[in-house]
């Protein structure tokens, strides 16, 4: 099974939020929490593998999980508790640069708020068709579609459970698995993604 999660909570998400991209911004308290209670609830569910974007918000997400999930398998090797912060039984963390957020270009750093107002025939072109929407000084929206579809595609051809720490929302992460024809199975979850609120789905 893979596992599609979003990276957990940056200062950069909460109101007035700003347009990240591939900003260096990295998780926030509440954001580190959020990855090691999902760290914690995944334990015993057989991960064998975490892969994650390279940018900050999403590897420190990534890395906090495989953490959380090293704490069994120190436990069970040893009989009892594990020394704390051994992450020697954890995990391969692999990081994928082509699961990045798109590159936002000129907007990465900005509100969004201050470019709906300055830019309103951009913004609206974004939400209104984003199939031919390309950020200014960026990439487009099909072009990081692309890269990431293809980063999952490799992840479903290893034939293992796995965690993916991705940039994108719920519909994005469904799309990415409805369209690989791998017979595998796929989690969905919310934003933060949490274990109890995985929707489940076949790729066939």
């Excluded at 998400?13 to 308290?29: F, I, M, R, S, T």
């Excluded at 107002?117 to 960026?138: D, I, K, L, N, V």
């Amino acid at each position: 099974m893979i596992l599609l999660v979003r990276h957990g909570q940056t200062d950069w998400n909460v109101e007035p939020a700003l347009c990240q991209g591939w900003a260096g911004v990295p998780l926030n308290d509440v954001g580190r929490a959020q990855a090691r209670e999902l760290g914690r609830a995944l334990r015993g569910r057989g991960i064998e593998l975490v892969v994650t974007s390279h940018l900050p918000r999403a590897r420190q997400t990534a890395e906090l999980v495989r953490t959380e999930l090293s704490e069994t398998g120190s436990r069970a090797a040893s009989g009892g508790a594990g020394p704390a912060g051994d992450a020697g039984a954890g995990p391969p963390l692999v990081v994928d640069p082509r699961l990045a957020e798109t590159h936002r270009g000129a907007w990465e750093g900005r509100a969004f708020a201050e470019i709906v107002a300055s830019e309103p025939e951009e913004w609206r072109h974004y939400r209104e068709h984003p199939e031919t929407f390309r950020f200014p000084g960026g990439e487009s929206l099909v072009e990081q579609q692309r890269r990431v579809l293809a980063c999952v595609r490799d992840v479903l051809l290893e034939g293992r459970d796995q965690i993916v720490v991705l940039h994108v929302g719920k519909e994005h992460r469904r799309a990415a698995c409805t369209r690989q024809p791998l017979g595998q199975d796929v989690a969905v979850g919310t934003d933060p993604v949490m274990p109890e609120q995985l929707a489940g789905a076949r790729i066939e």
